[in-house]
């Protein structure tokens, strides 16, 4: 079965005082309905993945909720462009690392989510200065 994105799309993110990400996100959670694969998810990373030390593969988080009788979860794509992007529209923020996601309990966690995006915000730019030079060199101006 296809996931719904439509839920990702009713978060109400304007309306959150700023707090931890712990409670923005159990409050974002608690705005979806019960059975939604995107509540499913927070409820899990609030459950297992807190913090840095504690985070879990897409990999580990698809296993246990299936085995937990969760259906019509997304693909992790899916989860990175739905729930996790809303999340980051708000001040929810869930913390991401090349191992996995979880959710951001102190500063150092917040860095490790920092030094992800650091890393791959200069790589993407590397390619785009690299696909600019190829564009110039294939297509130059006269």
Not at 13 to 21: H, V
Not at 50 to 75: F, M
Not at 93 to 98: A, H, L, R, T
Request: hydrophobic share 35%.
């Amino acid at each position: 079965m296809r996931h719904d994105l439509e839920s990702t799309r009713k978060f109400k993110c304007d309306n959150l005082a700023p707090m931890a990400f712990y409670e923005t996100c159990q409050n974002l959670a608690k705005d979806l309905k019960e059975d939604d694969p995107n509540r499913k998810i927070l409820e899990y990373l609030l459950t297992n993945a807190v913090g840095r030390k504690n985070l879990k593969s897409w990999d580990k988080i698809e296993t246990d909720l299936v085995a937990a009788g969760v259906e019509n979860l997304p693909s992790k794509e899916n989860f990175q462009t739905g729930l996790l992007g809303k999340t980051r529209e708000c001040e929810a923020f869930i913390g991401s690392s090349p191992k996995g996601f979880f959710i951001i309990n102190d500063r150092e966690d917040a860095y490790v989510t920092r030094d992800f995006y650091i890393k791959r915000i200069t790589t993407q730019a590397a390619r785009l200065d690299k696909l600019q030079k190829l564009i110039e060199r294939q297509y130059p101006i006269d």
